[in-house]
């Protein structure tokens, strides 16, 4: 049987909680195969990104090419694109493949406040990334810098994602964790396709270890359009593993911990398994 696969195009978390790292535990949750092209590699802890090592776009590419022409993918997912040259060099393979079912998760600030991604690569990502996308998931920051307005309201967040829609995606979410003004204690999410609103809503869980959802978020939807799934229900189900992982988060190092998106996985498959027999013998 041949796996349901998902390639997940970003930087690597040493801190194991954001990053291509999320995205793969994100896509194992979900019950997909999950491969990796590394963009760039962060020294990066519970405090956040202290250093980052770019991967030459050459390199970026070559990863692309290698893992598509012997494996291919039924979606692929992005993140962390540092530069204009990486942006250039993914969107580049993302038409040369004709992957239809990509996921841009347009990453810019880490949680503590590093840049992870200059100015001309926003603008390569505008003009080179989204309008190849299925799906953009901005959160509230990202979404203010793409739209060019603040966003302090649901309906803000209605009309930055006209604004973001007119790059040249399919559908627009704009996840609204990052929205403070909401009295009713609740998340908010909205996607939007070009001509209707969906909106996601969740409690809100006010817990520090929370590192990573973007990351999580983002993986699940594709894991979610790479099952077949259509964006919609995709971004429900997305929504809920985000929400679980949120839950299950865990309590890392003296900074913020990590969301967990296998929290209970892992011990279902050990029982799904059965007993283990261990045999010892003694070497000759």
Do not use: W
Request: aromatic share 2%; hydrophobic share 45%.
């Amino acid at each position: 049987m041949k796996p349901v696969k998902v390639l997940c195009i970003g930087g690597s978390d040493s801190s194991g909680g954001a990053g291509i790292q999320a995205d793969l535990k994100a896509v194992t949750a979900c019950g997909c195969y999950g491969l990796s092209v590394i963009t760039a590699v962060t020294a990066q802890n519970t405090f956040g990104v202290q250093d980052i090592l770019e991967i030459a776009p050459e390199f970026v590419a070559r990863q692309i090419d290698v893992v598509l022409n012997d494996i291919g993918a039924d979606a692929v997912k992005t993140g962390m694109l540092l530069t204009a040259g990486i942006v250039l060099a993914v969107a580049g393979k993302i038409r040369e493949h004709n992957i239809e079912k990509l996921v841009v998760d347009p990453v810019m600030l880490a949680k503590g406040g590093r840049n992870l991604m200059l100015a001309a690569a926003r603008e390569s990502l505008v003009k080179k990334l989204l309008p190849l996308a299925l799906v953009v998931t901005p959160n509230i920051p990202e979404a203010e810098k793409l739209a060019g307005m603040e966003i302090k309201s649901v309906a803000a967040m209605k009309k930055a994602a006209v604004i973001i829609h007119k790059f040249g995606m399919q559908s627009v979410l704009i996840k609204g964790g990052h929205l403070q003004s909401n009295k009713q204690k609740e998340v908010i999410d909205v996607l939007f396709n070009g001509k209707n609103y969906q909106e996601y809503s969740s409690s809100r869980i006010d817990l520090a270890d929370s590192h990573g959802t973007g990351c999580t978020y983002a993986s699940a939807l594709a894991a979610g359009l790479a099952l077949g799934k259509d964006v919609a229900t995709a971004a429900g189900l997305a929504k809920k593993l985000v929400t679980s992982a949120i839950i299950n988060s865990v309590d890392l190092g003296a900074g913020h911990g990590s969301v967990d998106a296998l929290a209970g996985k892992i011990n279902h498959l050990a029982a799904s398994c059965g007993e283990l027999t261990l045999v010892t013998r003694e070497r000759d």
